[in-house]
């Protein structure tokens, strides 16, 4: 309230000063006063003087709040301590940053574990201010029984990386979070959604008969079926995804399960 005060006088007193000038130059024109010359004068000095403080005033606050910046030396600038520092800007991600930081799997191309343990939590934040759900899903793939190689096993997991893209929307989020894992991320998609999409998976799958993962195993969960926080969906996605493997030698693709809805106090 003080600092609405000063600017709101700061301001004003320039024009109190001008106008109370004029009307004292008015005034002693009409009465002939000689003194009214040197009073005019003196108050029209008083507002240059008014004006030029408040914009100096301002000045420094627009540099001292650019001195609050944060700032980064060059090594030419180290050298020379004399040399204006420079404002360091936000970095920009690109395909050979995101390498560098480890959340690119080389194998399928996808991001992985550390940027989808990133996104859940900005993903239910979303749909929790939007009002509309989301829903995790996690993949587990069964290699073939009679044995198979890494690089085989690699190519299968690449071929399925590209059925998982082809199959979801472009909103949608895959990342492989483990060996033989995928976590997705759908957005405005209840578990009815989340567990038709698996299903296409598999089916799609399911038609490549030359690859060695047999079985494609899911467990889902939703917001805000299953939690309203994301660690807690996280956590009820696994336990699905458990009881999904657990009975993985059962005939068929493999089973999709959706958590049991938490109840509502």
Known sequence: MIRI???????????????????????????????????????????????????????????????????????????????????????????????ELGITDQVTGMMNHLFFAGLIGTKVATARRRLWPVSIVLLHVSFTPHGSTREQENIALAEFAKIIESTLRDADVPCRIATRTFGLILDDTDEDGAAWAAERIQLAQARR??????????????YPSHGIEAPEILSRAREALERATTNADLPGLGLVIVAPQRPFA
């Open 5 to 99: 005060k000063d600017m709101v006088f700061k301001r004003a007193l320039p024009i109190v000063l001008v106008v109370a000038s004029g009307g004292v130059a008015i005034a002693g024109w009409v009465a002939s006063n000689r003194y009214s010359s040197a009073i005019t004068f003196f108050l029209a000095a008083l507002a240059v003087l008014a004006v030029y403080g408040t914009s100096s005033s301002r000045r420094r606050s627009v540099e001292s709040a650019q001195g609050d910046l944060p700032v980064t030396s060059t090594p030419e600038q180290e050298a020379h301590p004399e040399a204006r520092p420079v404002v360091e800007l936000p970095v920009v991600m690109t395909s050979e940053t995101t390498e």
């Open 209 to 222: 008969s030359d690859s060695v993962i047999v079985k494609v195993s899911a467990g889902i969960a939703s």
